[in-house]
């Protein structure tokens, strides 16, 4: 295989649920039925249909993300993978993530889901506390939870969690334990969300409704604060807003999309960011709805809508990804002068307020400013030309 091959993220996104959590707005439905063996020839199709697009690539890592992926039969996902790592050359150590959902069922899978190549699975666990999943509209409990994280760590070589954070009636102290609890099993990767009212969702009725309210501001913050130093002490250092990892365990895959590489989405909702062979970048989005997706693909017209990214596009969403990052961004890798993409001005005036720092060409922002970092990114953006 040769090295000099451009490399290439594949996310395949797969839309059902058994029920609908009420704070989440991801593209995720609820079916009687499903049948499978469609929408294995309509992801076979799609994914040679993406071939063509991205031609011959190294295949540096597979998400199968939700929706509920864990609700795939193992005998879907291993044709899935073999399809992709047929198509593209994969690496030899390609990361393949499946996010699970931890009910007894799904948990049955992990050893057949590992047979079939995944290698790294993301458990939503979301809370260790049985009033509060409940809260959350989840469909398992703590225990069976924990169970998925033990079974998991027995099967996969690599595992990870999910937890929503900054819930209602949610302390110090209480958050504190759940930390501890989360930090027990010893993973090397945890994803830590705080609870966000998204449009239209049960929760912003619910809302506005004032059913529940959130932790204030300060405290939200207080207990970011608080989940970056406990899980920094015990080895898992952030890394993005949201991730923290031991180093060199962070998420290969979505490291391609912070770093502004090359990814391809197959599945309905599915985007990607792809290079074409000559130079210019496009961004992809397939149908959004389960059943336009397969319609299309049934009668091979495609599922993919493409846009052409200007160079200044490129600029903006690069700076926007890469910011999310706890790490320098060098400006200098923008494929326009960063005074095209950043208004010079406004960056010196928040490096004066000490919210932003520069060393050279690099600009590191404080934890203040990525605690707003879409105020950040709206303010310091240039004037589109
Ligand atoms: C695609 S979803 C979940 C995948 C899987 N179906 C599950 O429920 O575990 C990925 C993660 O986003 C987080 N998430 C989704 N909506 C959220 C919200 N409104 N606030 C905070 N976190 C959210 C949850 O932690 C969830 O595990
Ligand atoms: S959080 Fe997960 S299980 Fe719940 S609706 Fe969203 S994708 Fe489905």
New binding site residues.
Partial sequence: MGNDLRSLALYIHWPF?KSK?P????N?HVRTSIDESIWEQAFTQELKRAYQITGSRRLESIFF??????LMSPSLVGHIIDIATTLWHPENDIEITL???PTSIEIEKFKALSQAGVNRV?????SFNTEDLRFLG?QHSADEAKKAIHIGQQYFDRVSF???YARPHQTIQTWQKELETALSFGTDHL?L??????QG?A?EHQYARQEFILPEENLATDLYQQTIDTLGINGLKIYEISNFARPGQESKHNLVYWTYQDYAGVGPGAHGRLTLENGNKIATRQFKAPETWLKQVEAGQGTTESVPLSLNDQAAEQLMMGLRLFRPFDLAQLPVAWNQAIDAEKLDILIQQGLIHQQGSCIDLTLPARLCLNEVLRYIAAPKP
Wanted: net charge negative; charged share 15%.
């Fill in positions: 649920c959590c704070y989440c707005d991801f995720s993300g939700g929706g509920t992926p864990s996010e699970a959902n993301s458990i939503g666990v979301q989840r999910d937890l929503i994803s969300y705080q609870l966000t009212i998204e969702t929760f």
